[in-house]
């Protein structure tokens, strides 16, 4: 009978070589042994992984560019991208899909859902229900619930300075996007702003983010999944308990109670007959559908404050702006005259590029599944590079928006970039810029970003003064001096890659105008 100790020596003897020999391999024999990168990205996928458990891969990709050039590879079986020709190949080819890694973020309904479809009639399908909801035309309807809980936000922070408070911006943003796309997914009043029954919703959006952004960039070890969800047990059950209790709620409503998700995907959404929420492709839908959208405007809004309040000129011009342009708090809303604030609309876009909501890689890989799979002699190309099948490639958003060939002085904050003529520097730099991604996998809550993160910040700058809080507090969302993590830049709004990013502040103390207060005592803003 064989002992402990022999069992462990034959084991060691079968594991050793062959890790030994997929090491010689991945060194000397891999397809991708000539592109440049880490050595130890050769062997692992713990290279990308220990960051993302960090929360800061997308200062590592960024470093990584600086050292070895515009394609890394960041792992055994993954390239890394840093021009707009790979930005263009990869997200608008028409062989690639989402790497198989997406897999790893599938709930426990073990339902696809628009975020990590493979397939792309599948995901087709998806995004033409959802994407109903995300349109220009769904937002103007959808507006006036919108421009509802932006006024709680403004009288939270009219409270706030009633009470000489400041106010944690990432908070606010937090808990009015959390309130907006309750409404929106189901019609459901969450009212984290003015209550903590919900309020840990938002963390447990984040919680679920970060777990997503982990396993994408080390899927090899899912299987401490369960360790994790222990942990993160208290504010994950109670987001899925609110999601749940939202569900069952708009379900004892009539379809067309609301323009919200249910009514107008709850009947398109399974080929297979099932119905709404009766099956669970909704349910997969929707939870990705209010992680996405309580994560990324937050992200948005709460950045363009950190550097609105640490930008006097650019404080100044927007605000004048906002003041000239409309005649009354009433007068702003989603329309000509909203669209017509261009340097608003210029002072977001240079936001989403310096602070990208989405701070992970879109990994994406050859479609070897496709009914139209092309002949095995066929190279499938990306910026010039022959990519061998198998491999995952992607853009990093991060690096490529701080790349300095196509946005020079790519640190500092000019929203007048985005205001010049036409000439081909300009031209070059829109088609680097790529904040909702590219292509039919693009994100398809462009409209609602821009709108609701336009309304709430003019009806700010329309009732409110506002500035940092003053010492320590005030530093709060910027860099510390001195640290060589690449968190170095005071004036940089740090972002943790959760993939949605994570992060805090600014704190900023703000000052009613005049009596424009009134109006949102009153409750008529």
Same mark, same amino acid.
């Given at each position: 009978m064989l002992t402990i100790a022999a069992y462990v020596f034959c084991a060691a003897c079968f594991i050793?070589?062959?890790?030994?020999?997929?090491? +010689?391999?991945?060194?000397?024999s891999h397809p991708l042994r000539s592109f440049p990168g880490p050595w130890a990205a050769r062997?692992?996928?713990?290279?990308?992984?220990?960051?993302?458990?960090?929360?800061?891969?997308?200062?590592?990709?960024?470093?990584?560019?600086?050292?070895?050039?515009?394609?890394?590879?960041?792992?055994?079986?993954?390239? $890394?991208?840093? %021009?707009?020709?790979? =930005?263009?190949?990869?997200?608008?080819? @028409?062989r690639t899909t989402k790497s198989e890694n997406y897999l790893k973020s599938l709930l426990s309904t073990n339902k696809?859902?628009?975020?990590?479809?493979?397939?792309?009639?599948?995901?087709?399908?998806?995004?033409?229900? $959802?994407?109903?909801l995300l349109t220009e035309r769904s937002m103007r309807i959808f507006g006036p619930t919108m421009e509802l809980q932006i006024d709680i936000f403004l009288?939270? =922070?009219?409270?706030?300075?009633?009470? @000489?408070?400041f106010a944690n911006m990432t908070t606010r943003c937090q808990r009015l996007a959390t309130d907006i796309v309750g409404h929106l997914a189901f019609g459901y009043p969450l009212n984290t702003q003015t209550?903590?029954?919900?309020?840990? +919703?938002?963390?447990?959006?984040?919680? %679920?983010?970060?777990?997503?952004?982990?396993?994408?960039?080390?899927?090899?070890?899912?299987?401490?999944?369960?360790?994790?969800?222990?942990?993160?047990?208290?504010? +994950?059950?109670?987001?899925?308990?609110?999601?749940?209790?939202?569900?069952?709620?708009?379900?004892?409503?009539?379809?067309?109670?609301?323009?919200?998700?249910?009514?107008?995907?709850?009947g398109d959404m399974t080929p297979n007959g099932e119905k709404g929420l009766q099956g669970t492709d909704l349910w997969s839908e929707a939870s990705f559908f209010v992680i996405a959208g309580g994560t990324t405007v937050t992200t948005l809004m709460s950045a363009v404050f950190f550097y609105v309040s640490r930008h006097p000129d650019v404080y100044e011009r927007l605000a004048s702006e906002i003041r000239t342009t409309f005649s009354s708090?009433?007068?702003?809303?989603?329309?000509?005259?909203?669209?017509?604030?261009?340097?608003?609309?210029?002072? +977001?876009?240079? %936001?989403?590029? $310096?602070?990208?909501?989405?701070?992970?890689?879109?990994?994406?890989t050859e479609d070897i599944y496709s009914s139209s799979l092309p002949s095995s002699d066929e190279p499938f190309i990306i910026d010039g590079h022959i990519i061998p099948r198998g491999t995952a490639v992607g853009v990093s958003l991060y690096s490529l928006h701080h790349n300095l060939v196509y946005f020079p002085e790519p640190f500092e904050f000019r929203p007048e970039r985005w205001l010049g003529p036409e000439n081909d520097e300009v031209?070059?730099?829109?088609?680097?810029?790529?904040?909702?991604?590219? !292509?039919?996998?693009?994100?398809?809550?462009?409209?609602?970003?821009y709108l609701e993160t336009s309304l709430t910040v003019a009806k700010t700058l329309w009732y409110?003064?506002?500035?940092?809080?003053?010492?320590?507090? !005030?530093?709060? !969302?910027?860099?510390?001096?001195?640290?060589?993590?690449?968190?170095?830049k005071v004036d940089e709004y740090q972002l943790y890659d959760t993939f949605t990013a994570d992060h805090d502040g600014p704190n900023l103390v703000f000052r009613p105008r005049a009596n424009f207060w009134r109006k949102l005592e009153e409750g008529s803003a």
């Open positions: 050793g070589p062959l890790t030994l020999f997929v090491l +010689i391999y991945r060194l000397n062997f692992t996928d713990g290279y990308a992984g220990v960051p993302a458990i960090q929360k800061r891969l997308h200062l590592i990709t960024y470093r990584d560019h600086l050292r070895y050039g515009p394609v890394v590879r960041q792992a055994p079986n993954r390239l $890394v991208f840093n %021009t707009v020709t790979a =930005l263009h190949d990869i997200y608008l080819h @028409s696809p859902s628009m975020f990590n479809a493979l397939d792309r009639a599948q995901h087709r399908q998806k995004r033409r229900a $959802v994407g109903q009288r939270q =922070l009219l409270q706030a300075s009633q009470q @000489s408070k209550a903590e029954t919900n309020a840990v +919703i938002p963390a447990g959006m984040k919680r %679920t983010s970060y777990r997503i952004s982990v396993y994408l960039a080390w899927p090899a070890i899912t299987f401490v999944d369960p360790v994790v969800q222990w942990f993160g047990r208290r504010e +994950i059950s109670k987001f899925y308990a609110a999601l749940k209790k939202m569900v069952e709620f708009r379900m004892g409503m009539p379809k067309d109670a609301a323009h919200d998700l249910y009514a107008v995907a709850s708090s009433i007068s702003i809303t989603g329309g000509p005259e909203l669209n017509s604030c261009k340097y608003l609309r210029a002072v +977001i876009d240079e %936001t989403l590029r $310096v602070a990208p909501p989405t701070t992970a890689t879109p990994w994406r031209i070059n730099m829109r088609r680097a810029f790529a904040p909702f991604a590219l !292509g039919d996998r693009g994100c398809a809550g462009k409209a609602m970003a409110f003064d506002f500035e940092t809080a003053p010492g320590e507090l !005030g530093k709060v !969302g910027g860099g510390t001096p001195g640290t060589k993590d690449g968190r170095e």
